[in-house]
């Protein structure tokens, strides 16, 4: 602050041409955060790992091995992103939408990928995929009373699933085969567990958010009707 006009320190006092595109450059260079960056890979292996999954038939143990490579990098990736979002302060809206589209997608892919192979009944693609997109549409239902913040079970979840699908992916034999069913198993009684308990807090939240919002216009009704007694005393 010099206290001297704009017009007399050579200025005229008006935004410079192109101030507003300057700052929406600015906006724009702030989307290339290593955060986005994250999840922007992650979208982008989601197509390559669909190519080495089913190359050959789907049964190239080397693939498999690439294909698990690829699915790694992105549930990895998706541990990071989030995390650096969060602790230097770079979410933006795009990594809102984004982050859940790359997470569901990888996850979608793989197990797509893996019933379409005979190697994972379809029925535990869909008990997952199903739960996954059921949370997310139920997370915009009630986002107007409150945010259900994320479970230790969530993330037992989370980790589960990863696993679980990752074993899938390889091509094992043996005692690993069978030690990655169990694994799968606990996965699905995870994913349903889970699936139930946010619900149960979906449905405690918007019944609280609407007792709230009732309360509120009791009061709103009760101010408003002795206002016009108090004008007539």
């Not at 989030?82 to 770079?90: S, V």
């Not at 994320?150 to 030690?179: D, E, H, I, N, W």
């Not at 946010?198 to 009732?214: F, H, M, P």
Request: proline share 4%; net charge positive; with cysteine.
């Amino acid at each position: 602050m010099t206290g001297v006009p704009a017009s007399a320190a050579g200025g005229t006092g008006r935004p410079a041409p192109g101030g507003k595109l300057g700052a929406a450059a600015v906006n724009q260079a702030s989307l290339w955060n290593i955060a986005n960056i994250l999840t922007m890979i992650r979208l982008l292996l989601v197509p390559g790992f669909v190519v080495l999954m089913l190359a050959d038939g789907g049964y190239d143990p080397v693939m498999r091995a690439w294909a698990w490579a690829a699915f790694a990098v992105a549930m990895i990736t998706d541990v990071f992103d989030g995390h650096l979002a969060r602790t230097y302060n770079l979410v933006t809206d795009f990594g809102k939408i984004a982050d859940p589209i790359a997470d569901k997608a990888i996850m979608g892919a793989a197990l797509i990928c893996l019933s379409s192979l005979d190697d994972l009944p379809w029925w535990v693609t869909g008990v997952i995929l199903g739960r996954e997109l059921g949370i997310t549409l139920l997370r915009f239902v009630v986002i107007r009373y409150g945010v259900i913040p994320a479970s230790r079970g969530g993330k037992m979840k989370t980790l589960a699933q990863g696993t679980a699908v990752g074993m899938y992916v390889l091509a094992l034999t043996g005692p690993l085969a069978t030690f990655r069913f169990w694994v799968m198993a606990v996965a699905v009684v995870l994913t349903v567990v889970t699936g139930l308990d946010y619900v149960r807090q979906a449905i405690v939240l918007r019944r609280e958010g609407l007792a709230e919002a009732r309360a509120a216009a009791e009061v709103s009704q009760a101010a408003s009707g002795t206002a016009p007694e108090a004008a007539e005393k």
